[in-house]
Structure formats: structure tokens, C-alpha cells
């Protein structure tokens, strides 16, 4: 359970340093602006065609009556809904850090250089990034996707259904969200993914602990854009002392640093 609140630590560690950088902080919001307005309008869209997809999908309910067929597609409805809300949740962060790459480059730069040591630089050019990013974004979604489905279907389950599904789909959006941030200062440090899903596999509840309270506040579409840079900084504080777990606090001492770090998987070199 430590581990939780030291991955808590790092999401308000990261929010700190924004507050106290105000430059930076105004900088890191430009490209979730921009991805906002794309996603509020596609999600009003879907707020209000939901309900015509589950009566399109539901035919065989139509000579159902009162109050079975209500009971029924406005259940359908609010998991459509929620599982709308789900895909955006993961895929707002990949969005945003594709479109803001540039920013949050730059930004996570200056997280590692206020730490002291080494700043890490990926050596590539900014087309080779992007599409590394745009690259591993996709094969991040296409997991996010299948668990998405299974989560879906297990919707139906009378209670279960309705408690512990949701509950497993936010610890599912939080841990990909979580490894959305931290590939930022990861790919910089040469890491793929592959070596970076391992890395976070070995500490999943301090992942946990960072991902999914941000996972909860990222659900208002707004909140999400101001927490953003924070979030960044945060992944890079959290990336750092997973890659160097030396380089942390002393465990006596406060802050996101007392947890204690596994062994990081070393490096490889990018694959094309």
C-alpha cells in the first residue's frame, strides 16, 4: 500500500513543480487546448447519439414492454457512454502528447535539468519521434481496446458488472495513462516500449498510485488540460527515480522518493 501513496506522491510533486515554474506551466497547456476542443465536441456527439445506437442495436426489444425495455437501453446507454468515456481518457493523453511533443520534450528537459544530473536526449530528429511516439501510441490503444471489450462485455454481468468492472477499468486507464506520461522522459533515456512495459510491470502499484487518481480528475475534460503539465512532470520525476531507483530520496526523507525501487531493465537502442 505504500507504494500507492508514494505513486500519489509523484502526481503532486509533478503539480508542485508546475506551480512553482509558471512559465512552463502556461506552455504545457497549449496542446491540450487544442486537443479539448476536439474531443468535448466529439464527446457531446456522442452524448447525444448514444441512445440511437443502443435502439438500433436492440431490436429485439422493441415489443418489450414497460419497464424492461427503459431498464434495458438506458443501461446500454450508460455503458456506451462510460465506455466512450474510457477511450478517451487514454486516448486524450496520446493525442496530446503526439500533437504536443515539442512542449512536453522541452518541458520534461527541464524537470530532469532542475533535478541535477545528466538531461537525457533521445539524439533523434523530431520526425523520428513523433513517429516512435505516434508508433507506440497505437500499439498502446490497440491493448487499451481489447481490454476495453472484455470490460465491456463483462458490463452485462448483473452487479458485477455494474461495482467491479468499472473499478478494473479505471486501474486499466490508469496504468496506460500512466505509461503514456512516462514514455516522454523513458524514450528519451532510449527505452521501447517493450522494456518499458516491463519496467512498470515491476512497480504496477506505485503506477497504480500515480495513474489512477489522475485517470479519475482526467474524466472532467478541463481539469484534465490544467493537470497536464503537472502530470508530465510528474512522469519525469517518477521515470527518473524508476530508471535510477539510487538517485531517489532517502527513504526517511518526504516526498514520492520512500518508496522502495526494483531493478530497471537497461536500455536498448531504438528499433525502427
Known amino acids: 500500500m505504500s507504494d500507492l501513496g508514494a505513486g ?22 497549449l496542446p491540450g487546448l487544442v ?75 527541464e524537470v530532469d535539468r532542475s533535478e541535477g544530473g545528466d538531461v537525457p536526449e533521445s539524439g533523434l530528429p523530431l520526425w523520428r519521434e513523433l513517429w516512435i511516439s505516434a508508433r507506440d501510441s497505437v500499439r498502446i490503444l490497440l491493448r487499451v481496446a481489447l481490454y476495453g471489450i472484455i470490460l465491456f462485455a463483462c458490463g452485462f454481468i448483473p452487479v458485477i458488472g455494474q461495482t467491479v468492472v468499472p473499478a478494473i477499468g479505471f486501474c486499466v486507464s490508469g496504468y496506460f495513462l500512466a505509461e503514456e506520461l512516462t514514455a516522454v522522459a523513458l524514450q528519451r533515456r532510449g527505452m521501447i516500449l517493450k522494456d518499458r512495459l516491463v519496467l512498470l510491470r515491476g512497480r504496477r502499484m506505485l503506477v497504480l498510485g500515480f495513474g489512477v487518481p489522475l485517470t479519475l480528475a482526467f474524466l472532467v475534460p478541463v481539469v484534465a488540460v490544467f493537470l497536464m503539465p503537472g502530470a508530465v512532470a510528474g512522469a519525469t520525476l517518477l521515470a527518473r527515480d524508476l530508471v535510477d531507483p539510487d538517485a531517489a530520496p532517502d527513504p526517511g526523507s518526504p516526498g514520492p522518493g520512500t518508496a522502495d525501487s526494483g531493478d530497471a531493465p537497461a536500455p536498448r537502442a531504438w528499433s525502427a
Not at 38 to 62: C, E, K
Not at 63 to 74: H, K, N
Open 8 to 29: 500519489f506522491g509523484y502526481l503532486m510533486k509533478g503539480q508542485r513543480w508546475v506551480a512553482q515554474h509558471g512559465r512552463w506551466f502556461g506552455f504545457g497547456l
Open 35 to 109: 486537443t479539448l476542443v476536439v474531443y468535448a465536441g466529439a464527446l457531446i456527439g456522442l452524448g447525444y447519439g448514444a441512445d440511437d445506437f443502443v435502439g438500433w442495436a436492440t431490436p429485439f426489444a422493441d415489443d418489450w414492454s414497460s419497464p424492461w425495455q427503459g431498464i434495458l437501453r438506458t443501461g446500454l446507454t450508460a455503458l456506451v457512454f462510460v465506455f466512450g468515456l474510457f477511450l478517451a481518457v487514454i486516448t486524450f493523453t496520446a493525442v496530446t502528447l503526439l500533437v504536443g511533443q515539442p512542449f512536453y520534450e522541452s518541458l520534461s528537459e
